[in-house]
């Protein structure tokens, strides 16, 4: 992705961009929309992290997740509150978020592949501690301890791949122009926003769990957004601290799984020669700590393996309910998935 970075084209006020001059909206379409922005503000606000230098955390992942999947439903709460017939979605709208979601459903199943890879290297580090203070089978946990290592630094495909999808999604921020419909003006503001966020989150993840800053992202969101200074700030703190851990030579900048590395470095020298008994203590005392990062680890990976679920649900089930009000009120939008490769996808994703 190579720190793709994306600015808007127009400066100045963005509805300039979706709403022609003299256009105004009436009181209620402007307390809805001043009312998602203000929301979408908070939820970014929490999304920050509260220590910075210590690397990302997984409990940190979880709660983006979790504000990622708040702001969906806000947007969801909006689409329902501006009483929009889906019969006035046309091609263009359908095509976008139909086209967007896919694509993120895959990072989706992207992100929990890598996940479970992580949870696997659980059986090495678990077979090491069995295996650590026992004379005989001391050679096994060394070998364990070397089949983590190499296995966390391995790469999984399926997220590399994801890349090009994150890539595809930037470069499509700008939504469609829509004429004569208030309603769908409000709607594009409030969908560029939930895009912007979602991709950015998207970036994080991606890097924090490649082992690289490459897919990270930098938007320009304009100033005349309510939420922009939010995200420029979140932004800024969370690229720059994931930077400078790589920068550093960091394999990765999960505190959890740093912390398992430093305490497998510390046990594999005591080991690596077989078992000293003049070093027993030491070698007691570095297992406790391994075994305390180990389940610190564990845990964090199966809490957000739930929340990153719970997410893939969400963004799903909004789908699947456009697509069910398509329809009902009788839009051939089927064939229009399948013609554009949707549909096929799709299948692969509920499967």
């Keep these: 992705m190579n720190n793709l970075q994306v600015s808007e084209r127009t400066s100045g006020n963005p509805f300039r961009r979706i ?4 256009t105004s909206l009436s009181p209620k379409l402007l307390r809805l929309l001043n009312s998602f922005e203000e929301t979408l503000a908070q ?21 983006a ?19 929009l017939p889906i019969s006035a979605w046309d091609d263009k709208w359908i095509n976008v978020y139909l086209d967007n979601s896919v694509k ?61 999808i994150m890539d595809s999604l930037a470069r499509m921020l700008d939504l469609p122009k829509i004429k004569n419909s208030s309603k769908g003006k409000v709607l594009m503001r409030a969908l560029y926003g939930i895009k912007v966020v979602t991709l950015f989150i998207c970036s994080v993840f991606a890097a924090a769990l490649s082992g690289s800053s490459a897919p990270l992202i930098e938007v320009n969101v304009p100033s005349s957004y309510f939420w922009s200074k939010a995200f420029t700030n979140l932004q800024t703190s969370i690229n ?21 590395d430093m305490f497998v470095k510390q046990v594999y020298p005591i080991i690596e020669n077989g078992f000293d008994p003049d070093e027993v203590d030491m070698l007691l ?59 096929n996808r799709r299948g692969q994703v509920v499967r």
């Design 43 to 63: 939820n970014i606000e929490n999304i920050k992290p509260e220590n910075r230098g210590n690397g990302l955390t997984l409990s940190w992942m979880r709660s």
């Design 285 to 343: 005392s570095r297992k406790a700590d391994l075994q305390g990062s180990v389940e610190e680890l564990s845990l964090g990976l199966d809490s957000l393996a739930k929340e990153m679920d719970g997410f893939f649900q969400v963004v799903l089930t909004g789908r699947d309910a456009l697509l069910c009000n398509l329809r009902v009120v009788g839009v051939n939008v089927i064939d229009r998935v399948r013609a554009d490769g949707d549909g």
């Design 19 to 22: 709403i022609p001059k003299g």
């Design 104 to 164: 993120l459903l895959d990072i989706c199943i992207a992100f929990s592949s890598e996940i479970s890879r992580l949870k696997q290297g659980h059986l090495f580090l678990h077979s090491a501690l069995h295996n650590l203070t026992d004379q005989i089978q001391i050679h096994r946990a060394c070998s364990s301890l070397a089949g983590w290592r190499q296995h966390i630094s391995s790469k999984n495909p399926r997220l590399e791949k994801c890349f090009s």
């Design 240 to 260: 720059t601290e994931i930077r400078s851990g790589y920068l550093s030579g960091g394999f990765t900048v999960l505190k959890e799984a740093v912390a398992v």
């Design 65 to 83: 997740i979790e504000s990622l999947s708040a702001i969906h439903a806000d947007v969801k709460d909006l689409i329902t509150a501006l009483e």
